[in-house]
């Protein structure tokens, strides 16, 4: 889980910006206790009008992840990033992580231009005490940066120059493990890569090119059928089933003449691409008085898809401990049913993160956020320098009687678009 965050010279981002997810009262169901007396909050909701910044924290996020784990091999390539502040374009971009991976708090900072690392540094509380992971400095380009790991990480002299000889200064020194080949001693930095990799995901990561996969995967695992099943009969959705047929499908004969009178393509490579291929049609079980039918998946409404689509990843939500960002969450989704599908993450999830911008309003009247308003943020773009400014719900001093929605709607939250007059002038 994410403790606390923030960028700096960062897309639309100037100054530094951050989210803190430290519960500012405990709830058994919206805060989960990581660290005993240490409660974070499962829900961090982004509010703002178009191009106020709100996707850009998210990017952030999601970058300072893949700078942790996503190695090079070629010094020429760029750092894993996105562009700074267009200007303070030549200026070091900086983010800050703090968060717990399998029960541990680590707390992450570096800073970077586009071609090189500058520094980075990674501490750890492995007994709720700080100590040292690793902290690497530049030291100027084609010298290899200076790096100093941790006394109680016991790595031997080995695996120290070994990590730094294959840390390249366009990427962190925890990615370089993806690249080497070491013994038990390296257990530590394997474990926090690996942990990363499993439950960090990225923005959107649950959209995929087709729902065949998740629906045949649902088929085949009866326990995350019946999550399918009562999650969507319960979104009132008409649909009380679904199956996938799986046929042969031959190639059209235009194609197959094609392939048969082109003589780059040798015999055995005509033989392959003509062979029929398995192809997997997804049905829906509809319901009615005058008994089930059945409709293929191509014929279902895009909302009732992206709905689907976000099944796969919920169940990971409650069913494991992983962060998952997502942009426009609210997308083609009826507000009821994007209330319902918050509330079973709430209720059934422990110690997952859902963090996610939204436009739909009628979130801001429901006592879920007027109650807790450390869980949202409202973000707009300041006048003097385009850049985005993150303020957390309850940093506004609003009455407790006071509600968000009606506050946002009188523009006291900010982060509202100034549209000026609708007559154009078209002369």
């Not at 982004?46 to 300072?64: F, R, W």
């Not at 942990?195 to 009866?222: F, M, P, T, Y």
């Not at 997308?331 to 209330?339: C, G, P, Q, S």
């Not at 707009?380 to 609003?398: C, I, M, P, V």
Request: with cysteine; net charge negative; aromatic share 12%.
């Amino acid at each position: 889980m994410i403790r606390d965050f923030w960028a700096e010279n960062y897309l639309s981002i100037r100054e530094r910006q951050g989210l803190s997810f430290i519960a500012k009262t405990k709830d058994d169901f919206l805060s989960y206790e990581i660290s005993p007396g240490v409660f974070l909050n499962k829900l961090g909701i982004l509010y703002g009008a178009n191009a106020s910044g709100k996707s850009n924290i998210l990017y952030a996020i999601q970058n300072v992840f893949e700078l942790l784990v996503i190695s090079r091999t070629d010094i020429n390539e760029a750092v894993i990033t996105r562009p700074s502040f267009e200007l303070t374009k030549t200026e070091p971009t900086r983010l800050h992580v703090s968060f717990y991976a399998d029960g541990v708090r680590y707390d992450y900072d570096i800073a970077y231009l586009l071609s090189h690392i500058l520094e980075e540094s990674l501490y750890y509380y492995p007994n709720n005490s700080k100590a040292l992971f690793y902290k690497r400095t530049f030291k100027g380009e084609g010298i290899q940066a200076e790096i100093k790991f941790g006394a109680s990480l016991n790595l031997t002299a080995a695996t120290k120059k070994t990590l730094a000889e294959n840390t390249l200064n366009n990427h962190s020194v925890l990615s370089a493990y993806r690249k080497i080949s070491l013994k038990e001693d390296i257990l530590p930095i394997a474990s926090l890569l690996n942990w990363a990799v499993r439950h960090v995901h990225n923005i959107n990561e649950h959209q995929r090119d087709s729902l065949g996969e998740e629906i045949k995967e649902a088929c085949g695992d009866e326990k995350l059928k019946r999550f399918y099943l009562q999650m969507l009969k319960r979104a009132d959705l008409n649909i009380n089933g679904f199956r996938v047929v799986t046929r042969l499908k031959e190639v059209p004969e235009n194609i197959r003449k094609a392939i048969t009178e082109n003589e780059m393509f040798t015999e055995e490579a005509k033989k392959r691409m003509l062979e029929p291929k398995d192809s997997n049609e997804i049905f829906f079980v509809n319901q009615s008085k005058e008994g089930d039918f059945e409709i293929p998946i191509g014929l279902q409404s895009s909302g009732t898809l992206h709905y689907i689509e976000m099944l796969h990843f919920l169940y990971h939500l409650i069913t494991g401990s992983h962060i998952y960002l997502l942009d426009e969450l609210d997308e083609k989704l009826h507000d009821d049913l994007l209330l319902y599908f918050l509330n079973v993450f709430i209720y059934h999830s422990e110690s997952s993160q859902l963090v996610f911008t939204t436009q739909e309003l009628s979130l801001l009247a429901e006592d879920l956020l007027n109650e807790h308003r450390d869980l949202v943020w409202f973000v707009e773009k300041k006048q003097d320098t385009a850049s985005s400014e993150y303020n957390r719900g309850d940093s506004f001093g609003l009455h407790k009687n006071s509600s968000l929605y009606n506050s946002y709607k009188i523009g006291k939250l900010g982060a509202k678009p100034e549209l000026g007059s609708f007559f154009i002038d078209l002369d």
